[in-house]
Nanobody
Framework: QVQLVESGGGLVQTGGSLRLSCAAS????????MGWFRQAPGKQRGLVAR???????NYADSVKGRFTISRDNAKNTVYLQMNSLQPEDTAVYYC?????????WGQGTQVTVSS
């Protein structure tokens, strides 16, 4: 099974920054898309940022200009740089990979932004 391991979550004050990492167990060239989703208490899981092969990254409107998704193919890792964090960004963040047939998910990492 594909393994996705997130790291980098934690507690940060409003206006602070965090960088999340998602390390894949295989070459990320095998995935059509990789990205980040988040789920806050009482809310459904929603897209934060995603890189799709052959196109520009896409972002949720709520994070545009603050978050940046990137990847390091040599390290099989996707990153999410989160700046200007706000309390509404508090959620469990999940790494996602799609190979054209299935979606794979990491275990999630908690991000808490204190007001």
């Amino acid at each position: 099974q594909v393994q996705l391991v997130e790291s980098g979550g934690g507690l940060v004050q409003t206006g602070g920054s965090l960088r999340l990492s998602c390390a894949a167990s295989q070459s990320i060239f095998s995935f059509n898309a990789m990205g980040w989703f988040r789920q806050a208490p009482g809310k459904q899981r929603g897209l934060v940022a995603r890189i799709i092969s052959g196109s520009n990254p896409n972002y949720a409107d709520s994070v545009k200009g603050r978050f940046t998704i990137s990847r390091d193919n040599a390290k099989n890792t996707v990153y999410l740089q989160m700046n200007s964090l706000q309390p509404e960004d508090t959620a469990v963040y999940y790494c996602n990979a799609y190979n054209g047939y299935q979606n794979y998910w990491g275990q999630g990492t908690q991000v808490t932004v204190s007001s």
